[in-house]
């Protein structure tokens, strides 16, 4: 009875197990229907997206802003039955409503994109632009325009071939040869750092026997490569251009910070990067060809009143500094600037009492909390907070340090201006024109901020650093006598060579 009664309950668990087996394999079956129904519906919804995209002409890279993102968000919390917006909101209502929020800014901060017909306005050319026509100015001096070529040829060689490129992501440790940056010549500079910090490795690989039995060796072009990478003067000459060079990159880093404006920085990172090459060599004659196609191109191109003044209204270089009131260049940059932005004999006279107080350090001026914060905080926002004392020249230092100094993000990216100001192709009235371009704009410089939150680029301790692990071995005449094995006391790459 009791066999029986077991085998019963046996049976009865086995049919519950089928069941809920049955139940399981259904449930799995109706979720695979579910995804397979959800991603048909995505493809939907793209194939639609991209339909848009091909008939409207636009480019591809705009499906990354996060603006879109955020449409397509909105759109999917909406749910169904949403109509679009009309031709009159999109042309009209909209823009008119993100204008407001930034109109009733211009008044602290004034506005650095757009002059709407504001004629006190100066105009600045793109410093990190200025400052990449150094680089390529520096790039066509002879010697270093001709190792540049061959680091060119060098890695254009190794790229070309997948036996060369295995070797050397064997040899490196897989670190490539090649590092992009913000403009085309900063882009060299890091690439031939990046070769200088893989020389060894690259020695090793143009001396290897798995170099020697590939075919490649024996061709021109591997033979101009192995004698490029076991050319000592090569080498002594990458290190000569990484030392004038570095101090200019490390600027151009600096002036595109959206963070903190680099616009009361840009005259201390300047003179800073001019000191550091000079520290880096004991001759003159070795740097006074880049000097002069820097002073060329500060002077005439770069240079502007704007910068002066904004060095001036910089309290953590005026008060470091007590010579400054005193330098002819920043003064008359600063009564130029006072004189050009206020345009009012009266307003002028009370920020020139006012500035009496700022050179004095009399009032908040002089505080100890204030004078903690100096180098702590971005020159705009100590003013804000600090400037209560001295309120016209508060308006002005705010305007000013508020500045951005670059432009680099958006020089490959005309089409805003071309989109909205091509007759052709638009009708609309002047002042929608020019704020459909201020809101564009402004945009992007809001999205390039939120992406910068954990950077601080605005340090001026890099740019001596950066050199100083060069000069030892660019001041001796290491290069050629440097051992070929570290073991070995007698052959050295002069002899190899």
Same mark, same amino acid.
């Given at each position: 009875?009791?066999?029986?009664?077991?085998?019963?309950?046996?049976?009865?668990?086995?049919?519950?197990?089928?069941?809920?087996? !049955?139940?399981?394999?259904? $449930?799995?079956?109706?979720? /695979?229907?579910?995804?397979?129904? &959800? +991603? %048909?519906? =995505?493809?939907?919804?793209?194939?639609?997206?991209?339909?848009?995209?091909?008939?409207?002409?636009?480019?591809?890279?705009?499906?990354?802003?996060?603006?879109?993102?955020?449409?397509?968000?909105?759109?999917?919390?909406?749910?169904?039955?949403?109509?679009?917006?009309?031709?009159?909101?999109?042309?009209?209502?909209?823009?008119?409503?993100?204008?407001?929020?930034?109109?009733?800014?211009?008044?602290?901060?004034?506005?650095?994109?757009?002059?709407?017909?504001?004629?006190?306005?100066?105009?600045?050319?793109?410093? !990190?632009?200025?400052?990449? $026509?150094?680089?390529?100015? /520096?790039?066509?001096?002879?010697? &270093? +325009? %001709?190792? =540049?070529?061959?680091?060119?040829?060098?890695?254009?060689?190794?790229?070309?071939?997948?036996?060369?490129?295995?070797?050397?992501?064997?040899?490196?440790?897989?670190?490539?040869?090649?590092?992009?940056?913000?403009?085309?010549?900063?882009?060299?500079?890091?690439?031939?750092?990046?070769?200088?910090?893989?020389?060894?490795?690259?020695?090793?690989?143009?001396?290897?026997?798995?170099?020697?039995?590939?075919?490649?060796?024996?061709?021109?072009?591997?033979?101009?490569?192995?004698?490029?990478?076991?050319?000592?003067?090569?080498?002594?000459?990458?290190?000569?251009?990484?030392?004038?060079?570095?101090?200019?990159?490390?600027?151009?880093?600096?002036?595109?910070?959206?963070?903190?404006?680099?616009?009361?920085?840009?005259?201390?990172?300047?003179?800073?990067?001019?000191?550091?090459?000079?520290?880096?060599?004991?001759?003159?004659?070795?740097?006074?060809?880049?000097?002069?196609?820097?002073?060329?191109?500060?002077?005439?191109?770069?240079?502007?009143?704007?910068?002066?003044?904004?060095?001036?209204?910089?309290?953590?270089?005026?008060?470091?500094?007590?010579?400054?009131?005193?330098?002819?260049?920043?003064?008359?940059?600063?009564?130029?600037?006072?004189?050009?932005?206020?345009?009012?004999?009266?307003?002028?006279?009370?920020?020139?009492?006012?500035?009496?107080?700022?050179?004095?350090?009399?009032?908040?001026?002089?505080?100890?909390?204030?004078?903690?914060?100096?180098?702590?905080?971005?020159?705009?926002?100590?003013?804000?907070?600090?400037?209560?004392?001295?309120?016209?020249?508060?308006?002005?230092?705010?305007?000013?340090?508020?500045?951005?100094?670059?432009?680099?993000?958006?020089?490959?990216?005309?089409?805003?201006?071309?989109?909205?100001?091509?007759?052709?192709?638009?009708?609309?009235?002047?002042?929608?024109?020019?704020?459909?371009?201020?809101?564009?704009?402004?945009?992007?410089?809001?999205?390039?901020?939120?992406?910068?939150?954990?950077?601080?680029?605005?340090?001026?301790?890099?740019?001596?650093?950066?050199?100083?692990?060069?000069?030892?071995?660019?001041?001796?005449?290491?290069?050629?006598?440097?051992?070929?094995?570290?073991?070995?006391?007698?052959?050295?790459?002069?002899?190899?060579?």
């Amino acid at each position: 009875m009791d066999l029986y009664n077991q085998s019963q309950s046996t049976t009865t668990k086995n049919r519950k197990d089928k069941v809920v087996q !049955a139940d399981i394999r259904e $449930l799995c079956e109706k979720k /695979i229907k579910i995804k397979i129904k &959800i +991603k %048909k519906a =995505i493809e939907k919804v793209y194939k639609y997206i991209a339909h848009f995209w091909y008939q409207a002409g636009i480019s591809f890279n705009l499906i990354k802003l996060e603006s879109f993102q955020d449409m397509l968000r909105e759109i999917g919390h909406f749910g169904k039955h949403l109509k679009a917006p009309s031709y009159h909101d999109i042309r009209v209502e909209y823009i008119n409503e993100l204008m407001k929020p930034l109109k009733d800014q211009w008044a602290s901060f004034g506005c650095s994109l757009m002059s709407d017909k504001e004629k006190k306005i100066y105009w600045t050319p793109c410093a !990190a632009h200025c400052i990449d $026509l150094m680089l390529e100015d /520096i790039g066509k001096l002879p010697n &270093i +325009k %001709k190792t =540049i070529q061959q680091a060119i040829s060098l890695v254009g060689f190794i790229y070309s071939h997948s036996s060369t490129l295995s070797m050397l992501r064997f040899f490196t440790g897989v670190r490539e040869l090649v590092r992009h940056a913000i403009t085309r010549f900063a882009t060299s500079y890091l690439s031939l750092e990046r070769i200088h910090q893989e020389k060894t490795n690259l020695r090793k690989m143009f001396m290897s026997e798995e170099w020697n039995e590939n075919k490649l060796a024996k061709e021109a072009k591997g033979k101009e490569a192995t004698k490029t990478v076991l050319m000592p003067s090569f080498w002594k000459n990458v290190v000569f251009i990484m030392k004038v060079m570095a101090p200019l990159v490390k600027v151009l880093r600096l002036v595109d910070s959206e963070k903190k404006p680099a616009m009361g920085y840009i005259c201390e990172a300047m003179d800073k990067a001019k000191e550091t090459i000079m520290k880096s060599f004991k001759n003159e004659s070795k740097y006074k060809d880049v000097f002069a196609i820097i002073d060329k191109r500060w002077d005439i191109q770069l240079h502007h009143p704007l910068h002066a003044f904004g060095h001036f209204l910089n309290l953590e270089f005026f008060y470091a500094n007590p010579q400054m009131e005193f330098n002819g260049e920043i003064i008359r940059g600063l009564y130029d600037c006072i004189n050009k932005l206020l345009g009012d004999l009266e307003m002028e006279k009370i920020v020139h009492k006012e500035l009496a107080h700022y050179k004095a350090a009399s009032g908040m001026f002089g505080s100890t909390t204030t004078i903690a914060m100096r180098g702590k905080v971005a020159p705009a926002q100590w003013w804000q907070m600090y400037g209560l004392d001295t309120p016209y020249l508060q308006q002005l230092a705010i305007r000013i340090l508020s500045l951005t100094c670059s432009a680099s993000r958006y020089e490959r990216n005309w089409s805003i201006f071309e989109q909205v100001h091509t007759k052709r192709r638009n009708r609309l009235e002047h002042k929608r024109l020019h704020d459909l371009v201020f809101v564009k704009y402004n945009q992007a410089l809001h999205q390039r901020y939120n992406l910068k939150d954990e950077i601080n680029p605005i340090s001026f301790n890099g740019i001596d650093d950066c050199n100083e692990w060069l000069i030892r071995e660019m001041d001796g005449e290491k290069g050629e006598d440097e051992r070929v094995h570290e073991r070995d006391d007698d052959l050295t790459w002069r002899q190899f060579y």
